[in-house]
């Protein structure tokens, strides 16, 4: 026997599944359907709305495995689900993440928002930090040591797998050397960038590359893979501006070209 109003029930129930699909698919930051934006648009920190409404603090290591081509699954099981109502189907996802950061930030904790931006198929393509308040900056390891290695003497032109170049390959052995001696490190950020040259979406995945690579290169001299997080902000932060063109404008452009080594200490 049909039960009174069964019917308007599962009218509303269709409306409100069909409103949260749609509301799933938006993206409050203009994602392109190659996973990237001109301009991140981030929620409110205090809009959280999961995990007791107070973010999470990560797993370093996990948080290292975040990289272009990982799907949402992989990503929930890394992270867990988006601290934010932005949906299944969402492009976007958000996440508010603390990190114990010693002498630095309130109670010695800085918090950082963390966005993931999805291509076309849900797979993420690019990665974007920001601050909440004082702290170490985001993600932390950025505040106490910083080396700066050129992109053209670890890399051959268009590669993310390391030369044969001995100038390169010589200042990252000493790198590693000099990390395997340190005492008291809380944490390693490892920062790739490209020049403005080509696709925002394949230099942000070539940055990616390249910083996993020399992490990589890292760990296998011994530091430890839990300390260190490698993410790429493709063309995004360049240090130099340059005009011209061919190979003129490639010289210019050579310092934009970099993989930046942060390292945190107690």
Known sequence: MKKPNSG???KFGFVALMA??????????N?????????????NAESVTLNNKQGTYPNFYNLTQVRSGVTKDQL??????????EGISAKEWDYLFHFHTPDVGVNNVTTCQFKILFDSESVARSFYWRSVGEGAGCPPGSAKES????ADALFEFDKSTLSAITTG??????????????????????VGHTD???NSAYNMRLS???????GNYLVSQGIPANLIQAYGVGETQPVVQCTGSGQELINCLAPNRRVVISVDKQ
């Open 169 to 190: 390959r010589q200042e990252l052995d000493n790198l590693a050397q000099s990390l395997s001696n340190a005492k008291e490190m809380t944490g390693i950020s490892i």
């Open 208 to 214: 990616q590359a390249r910083a996993e690579t020399v």
């Open 20 to 29: 949260l699909t749609f509301a799933g698919c938006s993206s409050i930051s």
């Open 8 to 10: 308007r029930r599962l």
């Open 196 to 198: 403005l040259l080509g």
């Open 76 to 85: 929930y099981y890394l992270l867990g689900r988006p601290h934010f109502s």
């Open 147 to 150: 080396y700066t290695l050129s």
């Open 31 to 43: 994602v392109s359907s190659d996973g990237v934006t001109e301009d991140p648009v981030w929620p």
